[in-house]
């Protein structure tokens, strides 16, 4: 059974820093694809990052470039996005996703890790 | 960017009618690259279909989809009282990936 468990939000000030981490279990990690998809309270969906199977292409959306990082460590089976200079509308419940085969769409989710930036 | 666009915004139903949603996106996506989830309030998304028509690991027949080009539809044929949730629409793999507004469908 595929499974997906973030960690890591926090409740952090305008301008701080969280790593959020998930946790994969129930597929060869390495194998696939992996991405980042937030939701703020009472929104829809919107992507963050993705990065390939084998860390070497990442992508992100424009409004968090310079301010986000993806990793992964395959050899941990697990999925990082380093998130810095936090701004209110970065609020968010943040979700892990495995993306199926060959870039296609998100297979698995997690459960979410919130993010709340507030002073 | 693909923006895409969903309607209607609200959809009351009442068990066992049919439910009609539609996804419209501002330009063609790339070789019917389109997928639905459904989502519950306090759950995470779940997919539902894929590459516009092909449904996901244990979905029931009575979720069905269709489309091309820019304009696609998800079909529930008959409600379930566990079908009232938000519905969304993404494109991929196109970056940036997006998704529509959503649809809510809820009982009327």
């Known amino acids: 059974e595929v499974q997906l468990l973030e960690s890591g939000g926090d409740l952090v000030q305008p301008g701080g820093s969280l790593r959020l981490s998930c946790a994969a279990s129930?597929?060869?990690?390495?194998?696939?694809?992996m991405s980042w998809v937030r939701q703020a309270p009472g929104k829809g969906l919107e992507w963050v990052s993705s990065?390939?199977?084998?860390?070497?292409?990442?992508y992100y959306r424009d409004s968090v470039k310079g301010r986000f990082t993806i990793s992964r460590d395959n050899s941990r089976n697990t999925l990082y996005l380093q998130v810095n200079s936090l701004r209110g509308d970065d609020t968010a419940l943040y979700y892990c996703?495995?993306?199926?085969?060959?870039?296609?769409?998100?297979?698995?989710w997690g459960q979410g890790t919130p993010v709340t930036v507030s002073s | 960017e693909i923006v895409l666009t969903q309607s209607p915004g609200t959809l009351s139903l009442s068990p066992g009618e049919r439910a009609t949603l539609s996804c419209r996106a501002s330009?063609?996506?790339?070789?019917?690259?389109l997928a639905w989830y459904q989502q519950k309030p306090g759950q995470a998304p779940r997919l539902l279909i894929y590459d516009t028509s092909n449904r996901a690991t244990g979905i029931p027949d009575r979720f069905s989809g269709s489309g091309s080009g820019t304009d696609f539809t998800l079909i529930i044929s008959r409600l379930e009282p566990e079908d009232f949730a938000v519905y969304y629409c993404?494109?991929?793999?196109?970056?940036?990936?997006?998704f529509g507004g959503g649809t809510k469908v809820e009982i009327k």
């Open positions: 996703a495995k993306r199926a085969p060959t870039w296609g769409p998100f297979d698995y």
């Open positions: 129930g597929f060869t990690f390495s194998n696939f694809a």
């Open positions: 990065i390939s199977d084998s860390g070497g292409s990442t």
């Open positions: 993404q494109q991929y793999p196109a970056s940036p990936l997006t």
């Open positions: 330009q063609s996506v790339g070789s019917s690259n």
